[in-house]
C-alpha cells in the first residue's frame, strides 16, 4: 500500500480535490458485496493499530483531509474493523509518514523541485516500492534511478508481473521474489577443482 504521496505543489490544490472526491467514493462494506471497494481489517490487532496511528497523526498537527476515524455501517456489519479512508496532509518527519500503518491512510505532502521531491522519497528506512508520474521523459528515468526502492512503477502502479524479481531495499527486506534469480536463495553453491591429469601434481 502506499503509505505517503508527494505532489508538486503548482498543481497540489486541483489533484487533491480530484483525489479526494475519488478517496469519498470508495465504497466500503461486506467483502463478498461485489459492488464494495474495502472490506474490514483482518484482525482487531491491526483495527486498533490503524486507530492509534489516526490518533497520532491528530496528535503531531497533520491535517485530515478526508476519514480520519472507525466506519460504523450498521446491521450485520456492526462492530466489524472498519476504518474509514484517510488521508493526512503534513510533513515528512511526521511519524505517520515515516512508520507503516499498513492501513487505508495515507499521508500527502509538497515539493517544490525535482530533488527535494527524491530527498523526501528517501528519507525513510523503508525502501520496497514507489511510484513516479511524470511526462517528462528526463525524469521518467532520473527520479526512479535515483529513489532507493527495490521496485519504482513509473506512470503506473501495483503491477507485478511474475517474471519480474520483487524485493525491498534497507529495512524493506533483502533478497528477490519471483524471477529466476530467487533460486539462488534455496541453493548452496560448491566449487570442485578437479585434475584429471595422472602425472604426479607439484606444489605449484
Known amino acids: 500500500c502506499p503509505s505517503r ?3 508538486q505543489e503548482d498543481i497540489y490544490d486541483k489533484f487533491m480535490a480530484k483525489v479526494v472526491e475519488r478517496t469519498n467514493a470508495i465504497k466500503v462494506g461486506h467483502p463478498l458485496d461485489g459492488t464494495v471497494m474495502m472490506g474490514a481489517q483482518a484482525s ?4 486498533e493499530k490503524i486507530q492509534s496511528y489516526l490518533k497520532i497523526g491528530r496528535e503531531e498537527g497533520a491535517e485530515i483531509l478526508t476519514g480520519g476515524g472507525v466506519n460504523h455501517l450498521g446491521g450485520d456489519l456492526e462492530g466489524g474493523y472498519y476504518i474509514q479512508p484517510t488521508i493526512f496532509k503534513g510533513h515528512n518527519k511526521m511519524r505517520i509518514f515515516q512508520e507503516e500503518i499498513f492501513g ?14 527524491i530527498e523526501i522519497a528517501n528519507d525513510t528506512m523503508y525502501g520496497l516500492g514507489a511510484g513516479v508520474w511524470t ?4 525524469q521518467l528515468y532520473q527520479v526512479p534511478r535515483a529513489i532507493k526502492a527495490g521496485r ?12 519480474a524479481p520483487f524485493g525491498g531495499y534497507k529495512k524493506s527486506g533483502f533478497g528477490r521474489e519471483n524471477h529466476k534469480m530467487m533460486l539462488d536463495h534455496y541453493r548452496q553453491t560448491k566449487n570442485m577443482l578437479i585434475s ?3 602425472n604426479k601434481l607439484g606444489f605449484f
Do not use: G, M
Open 5 to 7: 504521496i508527494l505532489v
Open 44 to 47: 482487531n490487532d491491526q483495527y
Open 104 to 117: 487505508p491512510v495515507t499521508c500527502v505532502t509538497t515539493f517544490k523541485t525535482q530533488e527535494e521531491a
Open 135 to 138: 511526462r517528462d521523459a528526463h
Open 152 to 163: 519504482v512503477w513509473v506512470n503506473s502502479y501495483h503491477a507485478y508481473p511474475a517474471h
Open 196 to 198: 584429471y591429469d595422472k
